[in-house]
């Protein structure tokens, strides 16, 4: 799946706030499962935007040093 740019490059973010605001949300919500639901839900999107970050860092690092001259 293509998607443009702008898009591609928000989505770590994205899953970052969806995430701060779902375990923000299983704070105030009291009935049932549905905090724990939100607690799991907003942990793993946390865990994911982090994740997607980091990568995209340590490829977008190594591909610059690729074009450098190294000497040994």
């Known amino acids: 799946m ?7 490059e928000s989505l770590p973010y994205f899953y970052l706030v969806a995430g701060a605001l779902s375990l923000a ?4 919500l009291n009935d049932g499962y549905l905090p724990t639901l939100c607690f799991v839900v907003g942990l ?20 610059r040093r690729v074009g450098q001259r190294q000497d040994y």
């Open 44 to 63: 793993f999107c946390l865990v994911a935007g982090l994740a997607v970050l980091l990568k995209r860092r340590d490829y977008r690092g190594n591909d």
């Open 25 to 28: 949300a299983s704070m105030y």
């Open 2 to 8: 293509w998607v443009s740019k702008p898009i591609y």
